[in-house]
């Protein structure tokens, strides 16, 4: 209970209620606030068990001493707290000399704890003495133990994405114009983004990561809302807790015999598995009195890259900065991302370390393969030059290095100031080097969709901005895309094409930066004949053996009068005007009709992420996709598939009179490398 007396003082005396809280799930109580002043301010509730368990990253090289969260502080905010602001409750005090309020307690411990909650109208209402807070000890029963048995298509165990959601909404404030909390921890766990108002908000998650989860049996679920999220993201620290889940996500990643606690309710699960698995959507009903229970899944896959030999690839993910949180740890294990990698069924992730914690991060890199690796999966870590001296000039990716240290240097600072002979130094030791987030910086000075076009590029971001300097000095071997704008991407890719240079395309997602959704949003699939390695993943990229997709769209088999892609350093002589035979195959996954979510995908500018993403392929309202032929950088010709999952043969003739480069595209979802035809 609260008294606010006339001169806005607060003061709190334990009520009736039962001190008792649940784990892993929201207690809920009355508030009667007896409210003398007739105060309208906010009313807020504060405790120290409430405080937030981590730091989130600020980019520094290393952390701050101010930053730096001790063991002790962590275990001890085992708490979430907030006030209920949602209709038919309003965001502030009415004024009223008595009313109520709703407050809300969450917490992943059991057992009796002690509690100190502390309420305030303000800034200097607490009351003299300090009796706004009161000390209570809680009873907190324990949740129900929900054991996954994940099989893949084969029968074999698996690990995959659960996102747990019970659809209540907490956090919103709906008299507010923005009605999404303003604690970014609190916003993950809504996870909701407003687009103007309640009628149009959309998933962020439904946008960007499974758009058409499914019931089982066939039937298609849009969540245009995404609320109420198990575990409690805002509660989540990867390097502590049980499982290593990621604050910042709504999923979280689990195999078969692995858990999660949840307290008695309903849930909605969806599971899904990267891009090449159905989504599928499963209601759980949790009951009382019990302490275990399962939940079994058969995951579905609509395609399977790796059984024809095309092995996907996300060569730019972090375990530190940006959505990584700095204290109490910097950054995650290898372990963590491990699980990412494998529960989005990603072949190859390499985690590049970078200036955010690179001091503590570096440890873990080798020069070779992670132990972790194995015959489905790798992991390896690799550098970033990002927040080093050059980063001005663009973020470049290293591969396959030896070394991770530029020579004479012990710290960022005494690295070079440009990136040319950071490249050189990395080529000089067998490293695969490339410009990372190209498109950061290419936006044309006058605005334009024109793909390709002639219009200067502002060159003031981090991406491919000093790659028309370093081509010339056979110094890139690839070119990254899927996590900027794909016309700013492409355009500049296309003219330094034109001019003569044979960089590859390479897909790239730099989670958690660009976006923390997932691993491999954006992904590279090689063509690897024999076993998965890193040094054969590395052949195939240098030899173009590759295409860049969201993983919605493939693009394969792909031939210039019977020359592969990839063969023959991707080249072939013929005489001018000569009928070139393209052919190849094409697969594309759209749903049949375009629900309001994917629409909202197709309308959205270019500019705006998703770049890369299928529904933007979608032809009108059909379920088909184009393959465009594309000639040096125009479309010459294309030829509509349906995108059903089912393979479609490609065959294109084009008249050729002088020397060019040829690749296939679904714009902007899927793009193959170039063969390169010699006149």
């Known amino acids: 209970m609260i008294h606010i007396n006339p001169e806005s003082r607060v003061k709190v005396t334990a009520g009736p209620a039962r001190a008792q809280l649940k784990q892993e799930g929201w207690s809920v109580f009355l508030v009667k606030v007896h409210n003398e002043a007739a105060v309208t301010a906010r009313l807020e509730v504060q405790s120290p068990q409430a405080l937030p368990t981590l730091h989130k990253s600020t980019g520094s090289h290393r952390t701050s001493e101010e930053h730096t969260l001790t063991e002790a ?236 030999g095309w092995y996907s690839g996300d060569h730019h993910i972090h375990a530190s900065g940006c959505s990584h949180y700095e204290s109490p740890v910097e950054g995650v294990l290898p372990e963590h991302m491990w699980r990412q990698v494998v529960g989005e069924d990603l072949n190859m992730g390499s985690n590049l370390t970078w200036g955010p914690s690179w001091y503590h991060q570096k440890q873990y890199f080798t020069g070779e393969s992670h132990p972790l690796s194995d015959e489905e999966n790798l992991l390896r870590y690799d550098v970033e030059v990002s927040g080093f001296p050059s980063s001005h000039s663009g973020h470049v990716v290293l591969l396959n290095l030896k070394e991770d240290d530029y020579p004479n240097t012990t710290l960022i600072e005494e690295w070079p100031s440009w990136t040319l002979p950071v490249l050189q130094w990395a080529k000089g030791q067998g490293g695969i080097v490339g410009y990372a987030h190209s498109g950061w910086g290419l936006e044309p000075m006058n605005p334009t969709d024109e793909l390709p076009n002639y219009e200067i590029p502002k060159m003031t971001g981090i991406g491919a901005n000093e790659y028309i300097v370093t081509i010339t000095h056979d110094a890139v071997d690839f070119y990254s895309a899927g996590d900027t704008p794909s016309n700013w991407e492409l355009n500049m890719w296309y003219h330094s094409l034109n001019a003569g240079y044979r960089v590859r395309l390479s897909g790239e997602t730099d989670f958690p930066c660009i976006s923390d959704e997932r691993v491999g949003a954006t992904r590279t699939y090689a063509k690897i004949d024999g076993k998965l390695n890193f040094e054969n993943y590395m052949e195939a990229l240098m030899k173009g053996k590759t295409y860049v997709s969201d993983g919605f769209s493939h693009l394969i088999d792909f031939k210039v009068n019977g020359q592969e892609l990839g063969e023959n350093e991707s080249e072939l002589s013929v005489k001018a005007g000569s009928s070139l035979k393209i ?88 793009h193959t490398n170039p063969i390169f035809v010699k006149v």
């Open 73 to 308: 502080q962590v275990a001890n905010r085992f708490l979430q707290m907030a006030i209920y602001r949602d209709r038919p409750l309003k965001s502030n005090l009415s004024g009223l000399n008595l009313e109520y309020a709703v407050m809300m307690i969450y917490t992943r411990k059991t057992g009796k704890r002690e509690v100190n909650i502390g309420f305030n109208v303000g800034q200097g209402t607490q009351d003299i003495g300090f009796r706004n807070t009161i000390d209570i000890l809680f009873d907190i029963q324990p949740a129900v133990k929900v054991v996954f048995d994940i099989k893949d298509e084969n029968g074999e165990d698996a690990m995959a994405s659960l996102l747990i959601s019970d659809g209540i909404g907490r956090f919103y404030e709906s008299d507010k114009e923005d009605p999404s909390p303003e604690d970014y921890r609190l916003k993950l766990a809504q996870h909701l983004k407003w687009g103007g108002s309640a009628e149009k908000s959309i998933s962020e998650w439904a946008v960007n990561m499974y758009t058409q989860p499914k019931l089982e049996g066939g039937k298609e679920i849009v969540q245009p809302k995404l609320s109420g999220i198990y575990p409690l993201p805002a509660r989540r620290v990867a390097t502590r807790d049980e499982y290593p889940d990621f604050f910042f996500q709504p999923q979280i990643y689990r195999t078969t015999g692995e858990h999660v606690y949840l307290p008695p309710g309903n849930y909605n699960i969806v599971v899904g598995r990267g891009p090449e698995y159905f989504p599928t959507l499963h209601p759980l009903t949790v009951p009382e009195g019990e302490e275990t229970i399962e939940f079994s899944v058969n995951l579905k896959r609509w395609i399977h890259m790796k059984e024809m």
């Open 583 to 670: 052919s190849g195959k094409a697969v594309g996954y759209l749903s049949e009709t375009q629900g309001p979510v994917e629409a909202s995908v197709a309308d959205r500018p270019l500019t705006t992420y998703p770049y890369w993403h299928v529904e933007r392929s979608r032809v009108g309202q059909s379920r088909n996709v184009a393959v465009e032929l594309i000639v040096n950088g125009q479309v010459v010709d294309k030829q509509e598939v349906a995108a059903d999952g089912k393979w479609s043969d490609l065959n294109f003739d084009y008249r050729i009179d002088q020397s060019a480069w040829v690749a296939l595209r679904v714009f902007p979802s899927s």
